[in-house]
């Protein structure tokens, strides 16, 4: 069962600093590294959330997921067209897939992933994103579809946290809302608290 509040970093460090906030669920989304740089940094943040309690989930790099016997991947729909799925699971492998439509939806319950992201739930703070924010009642509309736990994301304030999870939210996944507050482990530390 996924925790209910998921952050996203792009750096094992992070992993390390916020650990002592309660942090319990993070997704490593490096975009900026390849090769061993690469390498090394997912390793690294598994290491350090295996030494701390926290579940890791790798962005993207699916044959390093299974190179590093990773318990969790993310992909995008992008992702599916390239991703060895069958081998993901027999590497014992969980996958997580963001979706934005309900055509996307479809398309990734049919893979019977472990989550399905939903998103963006409110308009994105840190990148452009071509979809229409769903809103409370999105989630609550896929949440009728989608019997895996469910993770709302983007533009999520602390604020909302009751909201959402009302609405049906199994997971609230954030990113700006903890790593560009002034204090990152008090504002990761009282999203714990919000969605205990």
């Known amino acids: 069962m996924l925790h209910p509040f998921y952050l996203i970093v792009d750096d094992p460090q992070w992993i390390s600093r916020l650990a002592p906030a309660g942090l319990k669920l993070v997704q490593l989304r490096i975009k900026n590294k390849s090769g061993d740089a690469l390498m090394q940094s997912l390793r690294q943040g598994l290491t350090v959330a295996r030494n701390e309690g926290i579940t890791l989930v790798i962005n993207d790099h699916w044959q390093l997921a299974i190179d590093l016997k990773a318990e969790w991947l993310h992909l995008g729909q992008e992702d599916l067209e390239d991703a060895d799925l069958k081998a993901l699971?027999?590497?014992g492998v969980r996958i997580g897939i963001s979706t934005h439509t309900l055509d996307e939806l479809d398309r990734a319950l049919s893979f019977e992933p472990d989550y399905i992201a939903i998103g963006p739930v409110f308009p994105a703070r840190?990148?452009?994103?071509?979809?229409?924010?769903?809103?409370?009642?999105?989630?609550a509309k896929w949440r009728q579809k989608v019997t895996c736990p469910l993770v709302a994301i983007g533009?999520?304030?602390?604020?909302q946290a009751t909201e959402l999870r009302a609405?049906?939210?199994?997971?609230?996944?954030?990113?700006?809302d903890v790593l560009a507050d002034v204090d990152p482990a008090a504002r990761c530390r009282a999203w714990i608290n919000a969605t205990l």
Not at 155 to 159: D, N, S
């Open 89 to 91: 699971r027999r590497a």
């Open 155 to 159: 533009g999520i304030r602390l604020e």
């Open 126 to 139: 840190g990148k452009q994103v071509d979809y229409p924010s769903l809103g409370a009642s999105g989630i």
């Open 167 to 176: 609405a049906g939210a199994d997971s609230l996944c954030v990113i700006t």
